[in-house]
């Protein structure tokens, strides 16, 4: 199965991709993972991502097709795959759609979740991240880890990300209206997209999501 998980900030894409990949037993692709990885690794392409990154603004087109496009070329994309944050704006998901035609592929849904800005900028800021696998994502309040600052999973450090100060988030979720959004419109005229509220529960969204796609009706594991 082929799906993109389209939602502004702090909707809970990455929360939700990982249950959902895992269900589907697909690989979860975040270009925002991928970014923080390259920052963490001090590579060019990470310095230059970090820039963009903490000023709440898009990475340049060239930059992220150019990552997306090797990532999906690697073979475990073969059985599915799940992207998160990836198209960010229609020319993206016009690549995205000249990638899979290469392939003979397409999409099998665009999942939309859908969430206020309130709960946004309350999920941001309370939001804590493993250092040892992006996948492990905590809450201080709705989701917090027994031991503080630690991760429930693998005992990683956890830690805020930089681009999470109020102020960042508020030009995110400008960035998202105004050059993500339209991305809705592209996959709305290909008859893909399925919008299911973010609202609720962690379980109660996945299971809206399940549903959206058809895949309901079986307990999936969690990370
Ligand atoms: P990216 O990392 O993709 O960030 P984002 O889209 O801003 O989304 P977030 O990761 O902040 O939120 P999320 O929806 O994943 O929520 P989460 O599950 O963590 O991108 C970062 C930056 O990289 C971009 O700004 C851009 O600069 C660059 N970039 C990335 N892709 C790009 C592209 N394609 N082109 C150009 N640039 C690109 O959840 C948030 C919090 O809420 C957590 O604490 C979680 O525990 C909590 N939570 C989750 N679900 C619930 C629930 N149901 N109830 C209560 N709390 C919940
Ligand atoms: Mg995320």
Do not use: W
């Not at 249950?19 to 310095?47: N, P, Q, V």
């Not at 073969?78 to 995205?96: M, V």
């Not at 979740?113 to 309370?126: F, N, Q």
């Amino acid at each position: 199965m082929r799906l993109l998980l389209i939602g502004p900030p702090g909707a809970g894409k990455g929360t939700q991709a990982v249950r959902l990949a895992t269900h589907l037993s697909i690989r979860h692709i975040s270009t925002g993972d991928l970014f923080r990885e390259e920052i963490a690794r001090g590579t060019e392409l990470g310095r230059n991502a970090d820039r963009h990154i903490r000023a709440g603004l898009l990475v340049p087109d060239e930059v992220t097709v150019g990552v997306i496009r090797e990532r999906l070329a690697r073979p475990d994309t073969e059985p599915g795959f799940l992207l998160d944050g990836f198209p960010r704006n229609p020319a993206q998901a016009a690549e995205l759609d000249g990638i899979l035609a290469r392939t003979g592929s397409g999409l099998d849904a665009v999942l939309h979740l859908e969430v206020p800005d309130a709960e946004v900028i309350s999920r941001i800021a309370g939001r804590r991240l493993c250092r040892e696998d992006p996948g492990h994502i905590f809450h201080v309040d709705h989701d917090p880890p027994e031991v503080a600052g630690t991760c429930a999973f693998c005992g990683g450090e956890l830690y805020q990300r930089d681009d999470d100060r109020e102020a960042t988030v508020r030009r995110r979720l400008e960035v998202y209206r105004g050059e993500t959004a339209p991305v809705l419109d592209h996959y709305r005229g290909q008859g893909l997209v399925t919008t299911v509220s973010a609202l609720g529960q962690v379980q109660e969204v996945l299971d809206r999501a399940l549903t959206a796609i058809g895949r309901a009706g079986s307990t999936p594991r969690t990370p």
